[in-house]
């Protein structure tokens, strides 16, 4: 059993920056695929990012290619999410999941473990 607790978001103005943070208990945290979900309201949860086991490979969605950018630390059993350059559109709620495919994933799916969402908030 992995848990999954997101910190890290805020309000912020369109430009500005914010580091999403995803610690996760359980010692098998480095064998896990890791992924940034997001969900605005009236819409489906939809995926920012994902990195897998080893931090080695990672894969971002078009619409926040050049601005975000996930990582992971094993030591500190973390997961994070750098966004840069922050749009209105970004605005959601962010989902930390974990994945037993350590390859890391783009589809929800393959998700077995998720936080409880930190909010984003992005003014024009």
């Known amino acids: 059993q992995v848990q999954l607790v997101e910190s890290g978001g805020g309000l912020v103005q369109a430009g500005g920056s914010l580091r999403l943070a995803c610690a996760a208990s359980?010692?098998?945290?480095?064998?896990?695929?890791m992924g940034w979900f997001r969900q605005a309201p009236g819409n489906e949860r939809e995926f920012v990012a994902a990195?897998?086991?080893?931090?080695?490979?990672?894969i971002v969605a078009n619409s926040v290619k050049g601005r975000f950018t996930i990582s992971r630390d094993n030591a500190k059993n973390t997961v994070y999410l750098q966004m840069n350059s922050l749009k209105p559109e970004d605005t959601a709620v962010y989902y930390c999941?974990?994945?037993?495919?350590?390859?890391?994933?783009?589809?929800?799916?393959?998700?077995?473990?998720w936080g409880q969402g930190t909010q984003v908030t992005v003014s024009s």
């Open positions: 999941g974990g994945s037993r495919d350590r390859y890391g994933t783009t589809s929800i799916r393959f998700y077995d473990y």
């Open positions: 359980g010692r098998t945290f480095s064998t896990y695929g």
């Open positions: 990195i897998n086991s080893n931090g080695g490979s990672t």
